[in-house]
């Protein structure tokens, strides 16, 4: 049996896609503000950047890129990465992962939890890291450290009962890993990178990795935020109404998604107090010098699109980020930005041999149970002499003179003696009723794709990939 549940990827015909990078990088479109010379010099300053960190030439490949928090990675996150692997691998470009490390977000470590009688729960540890990593403050808390640590030792000892076979070992040995991690680690983040890193090096992949909060140091970021500035009444007309047209596309009646619309004087970026250490939104006046401006969700994607890279992957999260982003790219530059695609996966841990519990509907549960009390004939056998008798009864209701509160009586007195027939079926129903609760937090567990990557056994998602 496959983990794979289902897979969203549109460009199933990857010639195609490599048709379509190589066909806008020939286009060289310039966006309006800029000169030709001014956004190539950018470009290239960009790309130079790359280069040197990575010492490799990013100049002339194409760049394959995608981007995410650095939270507990599930399977979704890394089918993006093996999909930007393989389209560089085919378009001979270069695949980069985009760190969203400037965001404020809470880590939610998701486990399964054996209980007795073969029954689990799913459970989940909400962690708070450093609320940004520019002028990080915080770390994980020590309280959190440990419980965390806790929990990984507990799920090491689990392993047999949640985790296919063919990966328990490279389950146990990366769990392991992490608890090494954990205690030597200031951040949170910095473990999760690491142990993805790691599983990529054990699978011969390699992804280049690069952090928001140095793409915010470019200069090619900074002339962005003031070409916004420069133009920002255009630039909010455009925004908002792209905002518009796409809650009414999709009959969004919360003005408040994907995201809100800019008021007058805002700009689309986050201004970052070296000071309070908080982000504030930026406003028009606000000085640029000695402080750190900080992308939202669409501005962050513009930039990637227009400067640095020639094919972008989302998940439905940043898809529905990015049907705005490209409106505004058409409409405020003027210009066909990179192509970009959504991509996501969901993968559900196979049901073991411990938790022989079964998937239960509970409307059809409902229903059943209704039936032992108003149609028990069928929990009989049809050729029973009592299920006969109530068809013959049931059948004289087209007569219309026959006497139908009688009939209503004599099949009532049916029901009540098959009834009696039926009772190891019924007491079983509503014994599964009783533990309908505790059943449904067990299949939760198995139909979940929250869990970590390497609960899964991500080798059946690297072939998908390898075999497109």
């Not at 001014?38 to 040197?52: A, C, D, G, P, Q």
């Not at 970026?269 to 992308?295: A, G, H």
């Not at 998940?315 to 210009?335: A, H, L, T």
């Not at 149609?375 to 009592?386: I, R």
Request: hydrophobic share 35%; proline share 4%.
């Amino acid at each position: 049996m496959s983990e794979i549940k289902e897979i969203i990827w549109n460009q199933k015909k990857l010639s195609d896609l490599n048709e379509s990078i190589s066909k806008h990088k020939e286009l060289d479109f310039v966006p309006k503000g800029f000169s030709p010379e001014e956004f190539k010099k950018l470009k290239v300053e960009t790309r130079n950047f790359l280069s040197e960190k990575f010492q490799i030439d990013f100049n002339t490949k194409p760049i394959i890129a995608n981007g995410h928090q650095p939270e507990f990675q599930h399977p979704g996150i890394l089918f993006k990465d093996l999909l930007i692997h393989k389209i560089a691998s085919l378009t001979n470009g270069l695949p980069l992962h985009i760190v969203v490390d400037t965001d404020h977000f809470e880590m939610s470590y998701s486990y399964p939890e054996r209980l007795e009688n073969g029954f689990a729960h799913l459970k989940t540890l909400h962690l708070k890291d450093a609320d940004n990593r520019i002028y990080a403050h915080s770390t994980l808390r020590e309280e959190d450290r440990s419980e965390l640590i806790s929990i990984i030792k507990s799920q090491i000892e689990e392993t047999k009962y949640f985790i296919n076979p063919k990966i328990q070992a490279e389950f146990e040995s990366i769990l392991n890993r992490k608890l090494e991690l954990i205690k030597t680690c200031e951040y949170l983040f910095q473990v999760n990178e690491t142990i993805r890193e790691e599983f990529y090096n054990s699978r011969s992949i390699q992804i280049f990795h690069i952090n928001v909060s140095e793409l915010v140091k470019l200069n090619s970021f900074r002339v962005l935020v003031e070409k916004i500035r420069e133009n920002l009444v255009d630039f909010m007309n455009v925004y908002n109404q792209s905002l518009i047209e796409y809650r009414k596309l999709h009959k969004i009646k919360n003005h408040a998604q994907p995201i809100p619309n800019l008021v007058s004087g805002e700009m689309p970026f986050w201004i970052l107090d070296p000071v309070t250490k908080t982000r504030n939104v930026m406003r028009v006046e606000d000085s640029m010098d000695n402080c750190c401006i900080l992308p939202k969700a669409v501005t962050l994607t513009m930039f990637m699109r227009l400067f640095m890279t020639d094919f972008f992957i989302h998940g439905k999260g940043g898809g529905r980020y990015e049907e705005v982003s490209e409106n505004i790219i058409k409409e405020f530059f003027q210009m066909e930005a990179a192509p970009y695609e959504v991509a996501s996966v969901t993968m559900n841990l196979e049901k073991t041999e411990f938790f022989p519990v079964p998937n239960i509907d509970e409307k059809d549960l409902e229903l059943q149970l209704r039936d032992t009390v108003y149609s028990p004939e069928k929990f009989l056998d049809q050729s029973h002499t009592l299920v006969i008798q109530k068809k013959e009864l049931q059948s004289k209701f087209k007569n219309p003179d026959s006497d139908k509160k009688e009939l209503h009586k004599q099949i009532s007195i049916l029901n009540e003696e098959m009834a009696k027939l039926i009772v190891a079926q019924t007491q079983r129903l509503e014994s599964l009723k009783s533990q309908l609760p505790i059943i449904q937090h067990t299949n939760q567990v198995f139909q979940t794709r929250t869990f970590p990557f390497y609960y899964y056994n991500m080798d059946e998602l690297i072939e998908y990939v390898e075999n497109l």
